[in-house]
């Protein structure tokens, strides 16, 4: 059954598009706030690797789930339910008393929870709403005002926590998050379609679901920091198998599953998945990590904010210059050129010392942006090359999952890897009779070395593998013949 033609998408868009806008200026606003808040409270260097985290579990956890949510409720009832969850865990991180490090994991939970229902509806909307000749152009837009707002949230961020602290940043956000629902509200009209009723909801699905993918995102966290045969550490891999045998059980009967498992037993699918997750950690984990390491190093809190909204410059640029190469070039090609970039920018990052100009840093980020900004739109061209129409909107939101998993995946490994490093480094420093100060710099610089090396390593496994990827054009041709 074809869908009817929308002459007014473009319109329609708009609130969808202010919602996104937001949800990405916030992120660029509060990316110093867990590395600020460790620093304030006066907390372990590691706990900015669980402060981290929590917002990662509401986000790719909850993601296919809050997805799935919004087919069966409607976009605008979801969009306005995921903005007033957003917001209102901004606001209870605001005035989070002092110290309270348990309260402020579960607010950063309801914030990553806020943003899973989001970003799935925006993405809904474009393969619904837009014509099929403008699906292209509807993710450029999208992904283009996501990096743009970024651009802004470090560095503007950055100087207000320099002058006034962390708080008052978290009080922006509620303001931003307050003017977006109100326009979501009066702009968006009613969903047509949803049955907006949960009855046959899978729901034994999207528990484990959440399961199997906290599971997933806390291994590396919990290996790093406790040991990878430690009893935490063995109870995550445990339990993520169980629930994945589980879960694989459930999706198999279910008559609407929340994972499309067809969809992902795709070659095209599960390439362009690993590279991803090999990859695509290093947006958050960079930006995560350079900010720590400015503070330990040189206790500025606006210089790694404008070196972050440099890499979202980049990131910009990619995805409209790199990404478009791939309508004309074999993406596999243009994919393994741009993480050349990537791998690049974290080589750079080998050469960083207490003293590293701002310049460097910038560049560093800046060639990291560029690289991912590419790939994230070439990859969902390769992952949906070749499959049917009717199945677009539930293979787009199965990649989108996996796409979001990617980046909390790659912080739960180097964030971790990066702050363990602090700890133990300054610890065996302080016993060769260093003084805390001395040690806890030297500690960071060679932690950042060793960070960058293993995030070179993991890059060029994802160059490799992306030669391995099908031939789009190729397939075209035969099909021709």
């Known amino acids: 059954m074809e869908r009817k033609e929308n002459s007014g998408y473009m319109k329609g868009f708009i609130p969808f598009i202010i919602a996104a806008a937001v949800l990405s200026l916030c992120g660029g606003f509060t990316a110093a706030v867990p590395a600020n808040v460790v620093t304030d409270w006066g907390l372990d260097s590691g706990a900015t690797t669980w402060i981290t985290l929590a917002y990662s579990l509401g986000a790719a956890a909850m993601a296919p789930i809050m997805g799935k949510l919004g087919d069966v409720l409607g976009r605008r009832t979801t969009i306005l339910l995921s903005m007033i969850i957003y917001g209102g865990g901004q606001l209870l991180i605001a005035l989070c008393p002092e110290g309270g490090f348990i309260p402020i994991l579960v607010f950063r939970f309801l914030v990553g929870l806020g943003a899973a229902g989001i970003a799935p509806v925006v993405m809904a909307y474009i393969m619904t709403e837009f014509p099929q000749e403008k699906l292209g152009k509807g993710f450029a837009i999208y992904m283009f005002t996501s990096c743009g707002m970024v651009v802004f949230g470090p560095t503007v961020g950055g100087i207000i926590m320099t002058f006034t602290g962390w708080r008052p940043v978290m009080w922006i956000c509620v303001a931003c998050c307050v003017i977006a629902l109100l326009l979501c509200f009066a702009m968006i009209g009613k969903d047509e379609g949803p049955k907006k009723t949960l009855a046959g909801f899978d729901f034994a699905g999207a528990v ?61 699918f599960i390439l362009p998945v690993v590279v991803l997750f090999l990859s695509q950690g290093l947006l958050q984990s960079c930006m995560t990590n350079i900010i720590m390491f400015s503070i330990y190093t040189t206790g500025d809190r606006t210089l790694s904010g404008i070196a972050t909204s440099v890499m979202y410059i980049g990131m910009a640029l990619g995805t409209i210059v790199i990404g478009p190469m791939a309508d004309k070039k074999e993406p596999r090609g243009v994919a393994g050129i741009a993480l050349v970039f990537v791998a690049a920018g974290a080589a750079l990052q080998m050469l960083f010392s207490a003293n590293t100009p701002l310049v460097l840093m910038c560049f560093s980020l800046f060639l990291i942006g560029l690289g991912l900004g590419g790939n994230g739109t070439i990859f969902m061209k390769v992952v949906l090359s070749g499959l049917d129409r009717a199945a677009a909107g539930s293979g787009s939101g199965t990649y989108n999952v996996f796409r979001d998993m990617s980046a909390p995946f790659g912080v739960a490994v180097f964030v971790p890897l990066f702050s363990s490093g602090i700890a133990s480094g300054t610890a065996e420093l302080m016993a060769g009779g260093a003084e805390e100060a001395a040690a806890t710099i030297q500690a960071c610089v060679s932690s950042l070395h060793t960070t960058a090396l293993v995030q070179v390593i993991s890059v060029i496994i994802g160059i490799v593998i992306c030669f391995m990827l099908p031939k789009i054009y190729e397939d075209r041709k035969k099909a021709n013949q």
Do not use: D, H, Y
């Not at 790093?224 to 059980?249: E, H, K, R």
């Open 208 to 268: 484990f679901v959440l399961v199997f993918f906290s599971m997933v995102l806390s291994i590396p966290t919990f290996g790093q920091n406790s040991g990878w045969t430690a009893v935490p550490t063995l109870i995550c891999v445990a339990l993520g198998v169980v629930s994945l045998l589980i879960l694989l059980a459930i999706e198999k009967k279910a008559e609407n599953p929340i994972l499309n498992g067809k969809f992902m037993a795709r070659k095209r």
